[in-house]
């Protein structure tokens, strides 16, 4: 059984950093895509950020505007985990963040067509 678990979510001040860890078990993610989105209440689950395999060692990431230049994405093969470094937090990033992975079809990475899905972790984020 796949399970993805995410992690490190709280509250942080404005100008704050958090890092969230998704940890994979039951499936090894190395050549798919995997992703983080959020949703803030009330508002549909956006995309924030997602890296996938461009063959070999290669890996490349994704950014939704708003957060490009702030967050960070990154995985850790070996230990079947994709992290998100957060930095210079603002209030709006405040919302239930989600990992994903394994996009269904050929759907864009952008998209909240992945196959698996966390049980997300809260970010606060106060002014």
């Known amino acids: 059984q796949v399970q993805l678990v995410e992690s490190g979510g709280g509250l942080v001040q404005a100008g704050g950093s958090l890092r969230l860890s998704c940890a994979a078990s039951?499936?090894?993610?190395?050549?798919?895509?995997m992703g983080w989105f959020r949703q803030a209440p009330g508002r549909e689950r956006e995309f924030v950020a997602a890296?996938?395999?461009?063959?070999?060692?290669?890996?490349?990431?994704h950014y939704a505007d708003s957060v490009k230049g702030r967050f960070t994405i990154a995985r850790d093969n070996a230990k079947n985990t994709v992290y998100l470094q957060m930095n210079s937090l603002k209030p709006e990033d405040t919302a239930v963040y989600y990992c994903?992975?394994?996009?269904?079809?050929?759907?864009?990475?952008?998209?909240?067509?992945?196959?698996?899905w966390g049980q997300g972790t809260q970010v606060t984020v106060s002014s």
């Open positions: 039951g499936r090894t993610f190395s050549s798919h895509v």
């Open positions: 890296t996938s395999w461009g063959g070999a060692n290669t890996y490349y990431a």
């Open positions: 994903a992975a394994e996009i269904v079809g050929s759907r864009s990475y952008n998209r909240p067509d992945y196959r698996y």
